[in-house]
């Protein structure tokens, strides 16, 4: 078995696709070149960090019945649907408090900088109106697809992946990833948990089964974070205050079947607590899920 393998930075972060394979087949070097492809127009169209994106061009017209693509379309309805599931959570109209208390930079590039919609307002995701080819958010409102984005790529690789008949596959978007079948030694995927204290540390791991899709993501307290208008903040926001939440979970990692879920459950998680891990873990919308605490972990699964 051979490793095909390709790194890049996209999405704020660095994405890894690897295809197993028992030989060098140029399939899964088009393959691979065709998923960066799709990755870039995914950030080209979405990330606010982009000032000519669908996305920010949406934003600017809020208020009005705007014509948006078919993936914007799905992308909104599933936000709309994870707002339910993560008991209000999730919410993608956090952009401007987002920008508000700091999170105004990209960080991968320092340089780019989106605050044009900090003075925006909030609204319920139930407010989003959808159409056949069209959408409308409230007037002085923003959106923004940071907390649904990579885990919604994840799915989209995988089912990718799929359709084209790849049966051994390990996808990374910022840590966060999506694997099936076997690694380059015809092992089950094994994946290791980061210390939430430590970057070098690895406090437990997950091994996959070979023949399903696994979805696994993290999100945590103590990465993405910093200090504006003599308050420090971190980027998981909780639209149920308008403020940075102040959790004693440090981190959660998810694993689920879709990529989308993981992402959004581990930053839902943090939000709601571990009691609401615990629900979605036993009504089956979760595998497993893994919480770092100050001073514990808590491990969960079938």
Request: hydrophobic share 40%.
């Amino acid at each position: 078995m051979i490793r095909i393998q390709k790194e890049l930075d996209c999405l704020g972060s660095t994405a890894l696709i690897t295809i197993v394979h028992d030989k060098d087949n140029p399939k899964a070097h088009r393959i691979i070149a065709e998923i960066i492809i799709m990755i870039e127009k995914f950030e080209n169209s979405f990330s606010r960090f982009k000032y000519d994106s669908e996305l920010v061009n949406f934003n600017k017209n809020a208020g009005q019945k705007t014509i948006i693509s078919k993936e914007f379309i799905n992308i909104l309805k599933k936000c709309k649907q994870l707002s339910k599931d993560s008991d209000l959570a999730f919410n993608p109209f956090i952009l401007p408090t987002l920008q508000k208390v700091g999170y105004s930079k990209s960080w991968k590039n320092s340089e780019i900088v989106s605050d044009q919609f900090k003075e925006a307002g909030f609204a319920d995701v139930s407010k989003i109106e959808i159409g056949s080819d069209w959408s409308r958010i409230p007037f002085n409102t923003a959106i923004d697809f940071g907390g649904i984005g990579k885990g919604y790529m994840l799915d989209k690789i995988s089912g990718f992946m799929k359709a084209n008949s790849i049966e051994n596959y390990w996808i990374s978007l910022g840590g966060d990833l999506i694997c099936r079948g076997v690694d380059i030694n015809t092992k089950p995927w094994s994946v290791s948990v980061a210390d939430a204290l430590n970057d070098n540390g690895v406090i437990d791991s997950f091994t996959v089964e070979p023949n399903k899709i696994t979805a696994i993501a993290t999100s945590s307290i103590v990465k993405r974070k910093g200090y504006s208008n003599n308050k420090s903040w971190n980027h998981i926001i909780n639209p149920k205050t308008l403020e940075p939440i102040n959790s004693k979970i440090l981190s959660a990692t998810v694993v689920a079947d879709s990529g989308v879920v993981a992402d959004v459950m581990a930053k839902s998680i943090i939000i709601n607590g571990e009691d609401f891990a615990i629900k979605i873990r036993e009504n089956g919308e979760i595998k497993a899920f893994l919480l770092q605490n100050n001073d514990k972990t808590i491990r969960i699964e079938k």
